[in-house]
Nanobody, 119 residues
Framework: QVQLVESGGGLVQAGGSLTLSCAAS????????MAWYRQAPGKQRELVAG???????NYADSVKGRFTISRDGAKNTVNLQMNSLKPEDTAVYYC?????????????WGQGTQVTVSS
């Protein structure tokens, strides 16, 4: 099975920075896209940032200009650099992996990592 290992979550003061990383490993597969989602209490899960194999990126309006998503293809890793953090960024962040494996397209999820931004 494919495994996702997340790191980088924690406690940050407003205005601070944090970097999340997610590394994919396991049986042979082709990555179509990698992304970060988040879910805050009382809110629906939302796409924070995504990056496709061609390098195209997209961001939630609420994080544009503050967050940057990047990929390291050789390491099958996706990173999320978060700057100028706000309390409303507080959420559980989930790494998402869109792959083709055994001819089928599948989604895999990380376990989630808590990001808490204090006022």
């Amino acid at each position: 099975q494919v495994q996702l290992v997340e790191s980088g979550g924690g406690l940050v003061q407003a205005g601070g920075s944090l970097t999340l990383s997610c590394a994919a490993s396991g049986s042979i597969f082709t990555i179509n896209a990698m992304a970060w989602y988040r879910q805050a209490p009382g809110k629906q899960r939302e796409l924070v940032a995504g990056i496709a194999t061609g390098g195209r990126t997209n961001y939630a309006d609420s994080v544009k200009g503050r967050f940057t998503i990047s990929r390291d293809g050789a390491k099958n890793t996706v990173n999320l650099q978060m700057n100028s953090l706000k309390p409303e960024d507080t959420a559980v962040y989930y790494c998402n992996l869109d792959i083709t494996r055994r001819g089928l397209r599948r989604d895999y999820w990380g376990q989630g990592t808590q990001v808490t931004v204090s006022s």
